[in-house]
């Protein structure tokens, strides 16, 4: 669900993980039609990174 809404509203994807700072300037950069790209582009990256960071913390959190 969270990269479908990566790719369709990018900011909204960075306030569902708890960046809202981030989620503010891809709202900027997603405003213009050619920065719709990059900004979907960096919510996925981010969503990735995200789920890394929890499945570390879920392995690191079991010792």
Known sequence: ???IIAIILPFLL????GKPFQG???L???ITLIGWIPAAIWAV?????YN????????????
């Open 24 to 26: 503010i300037i891809c």
């Open 28 to 30: 900027i950069l997603q």
């Open 52 to 63: 890394t960071d929890k499945k570390i913390a879920a392995v690191h959190g079991g010792d």
């Open 45 to 49: 990256y981010a969503l990735s990174q």
């Open 14 to 17: 960075f306030f569902t993980i």
């Open 1 to 3: 669900m969270r990269l």
